[in-house]
């Protein structure tokens, strides 16, 4: 290292020979660069946010002081990726809602969360984003975090509210209907029909069965899945994929076209 740090003070004298103000404080710089290694602090800086997105966690999901939170905060898979690769997982869903987009495409994203997801991998294609969540907290942290001007986060009430119009070209709902009972599924279906073109494509997720304390309705089989959409929709494929490592984190992913106007 000695000898390294030597050979570039001596090649540095030589090259400042002849050499203006500004030429040598480029150099200088240079080295300096060099010399600090900036790809080691950037490694360093990743492990100190990896560390405490960890503890954030832990915080939030494992000693919560009141209750287990409403959404999550995808961030935590963000800073998590780069040292843990399992966690690639929670991109499938935005990849599998994004290759159903357009340019200038109108998006519903039904139950958004902290809007991750509006942000990362649907603002960039679509025209105008509807991301609607009844928790006020996940709203405002979404506003706070993946604000964009063409995402409209708006707190409203899945169920009972008014979605905010009603042609929208992409329906998503991602981990959503879980969340609901099953005659409020079909409500939310209904009235998914109703926002929806004859061109309309819904799509989105659920885990398999679980046992999550949260859940009103759960699936363990494509066909009990399936028997829902029915109803609402001529076309219906899903698909059941591990994301993941783990063999027991099987998820649902539901494409829906063509919907049945008079549904």
């Known amino acids: 290292m000695a000898d390294i740090i030597f050979t570039l003070i001596v090649t540095s004298t030589n090259n400042l020979n002849g050499m203006n103000s500004k030429s040598i404080g480029k150099k200088i710089i240079g080295y300096l660069l060099v010399l600090t290694f900036p790809e080691f602090f950037i490694f360093l800086l990743q492990k100190a946010i990896f560390f405490f997105t960890k503890l954030q966690y832990a915080k939030d999901w494992k000693f919560y002081q009141k209750h287990i939170p409403s959404y999550f905060k995808h961030q935590v898979n963000l800073n998590l990726w780069r040292f843990e690769p399992s966690q690639w997982s929670f991109t499938q869903r935005g990849v599998h809602a994004r290759e159903k987009m357009f340019k200038q495409c109108k998006v519903l994203d039904l139950c958004c969360g902290d809007g991750s997801y509006s942000f990362f991998f649907f603002s960039d294609i679509a025209g105008d984003i509807d991301a609607i969540d009844i928790e006020s907290s996940a709203i405002n942290y979404a506003k706070k975090n993946f604000n964009r001007s063409n995402i409209n ?29 099953l005659n409020e599924i079909h ?19 659920l885990p398999k ?13 494509m066909e009990a899945l399936k028997n829902i959409f029915i109803p ?4 219906i494929e899903i698909r059941a994929i591990i994301d993941g490592v783990d063999d027991q984190n099987l998820n649902f992913y539901f494409t829906l076209s063509k919907p049945y106007k008079e549904a």
Do not use: R
């Not at 939310?188 to 799509?203: G, M, P």
């Not at 609402?232 to 076309?235: I, S």
């Open 153 to 181: 986060f708006q707190q409203i009430d899945v169920l009972n509210g008014q979605f905010p119009s009603n042609d929208y070209d992409v329906v998503v709902w991602n981990a959503g209907i879980c969340y609901f009972t």
């Open 187 to 205: 409500s939310i279906l209904a009235k998914i029909v109703k926002a929806s073109k004859v061109s309309t494509i819904v799509c989105g997720m």
């Open 209 to 221: 069965a679980n046992g999550h304390i949260d859940h009103k309705t759960e699936f363990s089989e």
């Open 232 to 235: 609402y929709f001529e076309k």
